[in-house]
């Protein structure tokens, strides 16, 4: 199989557009039929909507937990309310791979517990690889995605999206069979 990747010189929202597009197309190319995106006030989830709904392609976006709304990261309640009258199904919860409990113990005692290692060495791929495979974990263990077909996730780097994967689903506790097929796009 012969595929293009977008390879972007600097991550950022500048490449929504492009990321957007060309996970449109490995969609249509794949028949894969639902797409997780990570939205923290929903601008890309909405952009997403425009393009993915009318193709009959689920739009799920998963926003920051509340945990970082002293740091303004999360959806307001009026962004969450338009997203969802757009058709998407959004939902928060505790970040997969980490900032939950044993982040309380990192932070007071050292050492890291597992989910913050995954987490750690997938940054070492970029920030939205990290946010797409955490995403997708997130929008499987809250029963929204058919973990018999594969799903294409996009995040992206503070804001926007500048990757895009296709997986095979998995739950967090069954984290090891989570696969990624595919890079659509991400930066360098």
């Not at 039929?33 to 998963?62: C, D, M, N, W, Y």
């Not at 709304?69 to 009026?78: I, L, N």
């Amino acid at each position: 199989m012969e595929v293009t990747v977008h390879y972007f010189e600097q991550p950022g929202p500048q490449n929504t557009e492009t990321t957007l597009q060309a996970a449109l197309q490995r969609a249509r190319a794949l028949g894969i039929r639902q797409v997780v995106v990570a939205s923290s006030h929903g601008k890309t989830a909405l952009r997403a909507q425009e393009l993915f709904g009318p193709e009959g392609i689920r739009v799920i976006a998963v926003s920051i937990c509340h945990g970082f709304e002293d740091v303004g990261w999360t959806m307001t309640p009026e962004e969450r309310q338009k997203v969802e009258a757009a058709g998407v199904t959004v939902i928060t919860g505790i970040h997969a791979l980490g900032d939950d409990v044993s982040s309380a113990f990192s932070e007071k005692y050292g050492g890291r517990a597992p989910n913050e290692i995954v987490r750690s060495t997938l940054y070492c791929f970029s920030q939205g690889t990290k946010v797409a495979i955490e995403v997708a974990l997130m929008a499987a263990d809250a029963g929204l995605l058919d973990m018999d077909q594969d799903v294409i996730a996009i995040a992206g780097t503070d804001s926007g999206a500048d990757t895009a994967l296709v997986l095979t689903p998995a739950y967090p506790r069954k984290f090891l069979d989570l696969r990624v097929r595919e890079i659509i796009a991400k930066p360098r």
